[in-house]
């Protein structure tokens, strides 16, 4: 059996997917009730981090340390792969000491060369093209608030950025709608979005998107990266805030979710955090019991397959 690794949503089955969700919902519930589960004592998850992050680190360090097993934290600008050592090398090195990697970073391709290099399973903790681990804690999310996501539509209001690439491929792989609403010139790249267009509208206005959705999404307007973009995007997405005329559109039910960090007053407002039918908080917390489930899977995976 072939070494399997997650960098996109893709490279597991729909199959595999809901059985993550549903480990996921049970870690919870046993993390929750304080009960001691150490399956990966000795086992060495590394912690890749070329791009900066809180929930992510926290969600792996904590999620490994509560298995039993320890994750080391390495940036780029204290190992060589910030000194230009290339990726296939570092790969070959890291992966012989280690049981899993997640990487988080800005190439994709940067992931999928580790990937193909690695002597374990790899992780996509996100890059600038896919964050698979967030769409994880969004479905468990929706499962546990409101079931099966399937046949249930799904509004995408911002920028057509990695979080929207990967809910492009989740609305294909779990079986919903999506509607996908973005300033002209901020849509999603054509190649992320061709390939699911039997389940992906760009529809032209946010409130043409948040019309009977069942869950509305959105992200920073101005990605990590981007900061010297704000004040342009600003202008660009003036009519793309999430708030509570806009969810006033969508089934009375309707869920709202954010991956956060989020900017009061700007893709959403003041109050939307707090809003009724908003999971923001228990969407965060999701991202450790959901990346627990996958890395069990993984590393399960990886022993049948030695």
Partial sequence: MALRHFLTLGDLSTEELNQIIQRALQLKRMQHQNEVYQPFVGKVMGMIFEKSSTRTRVSFEAGMSQFGGSAIFLSSRDTQLGRGEPIEDSA???????????????????????????????????????????????????????????????????????????????????????????????????????????CV????????????????????????????????????????????????????????MHCLPAHRGEEISENMLDHKNAVVWDEAENRLHAQKALVEFLINENLKSA
């Fill in 92 to 198: 070959r090195v890291i992966s012989s000491m280690l049981d899993i990697v997640m990487i988080r970073t800005f190439g994709h391709d940067i992931v999928e060369r580790f990937a193909q290099h690695s002597t374990v399973p790899v992780i996509n903790a996100l890059t600038d093209d896919h964050h698979p681990c967030q769409l994880l804690a969004d479905v468990q999310t929706y499962v546990e608030h409101r079931g099966p996501i399937a046949g249930k539509t799904v509004a995408w209001i911002g920028d057509g950025n990695n979080m929207c690439n990967s809910y492009i491929e989740a609305a294909h792989m779990w079986g919903f709608k999506l509607k996908i609403a973005s300033p002209q010139g901020y849509e999603p790249q054509a190649q992320f979005v061709t390939p699911f267009s039997h």
């Fill in 201 to 256: 509208e760009l529809v032209d206005s946010a409130e043409a998107a948040a019309q009977d959705a069942d869950l509305i999404v959105t992200d920073v307007w101005a990605s990590m990266g981007q900061e010297q973009e704000q004040k342009i995007r600003e202008k660009a997405f003036a009519n793309y805030q999430v708030n509570e005329s806009l969810m006033a559109l969508a089934h009375p039910d309707c869920l709202f």
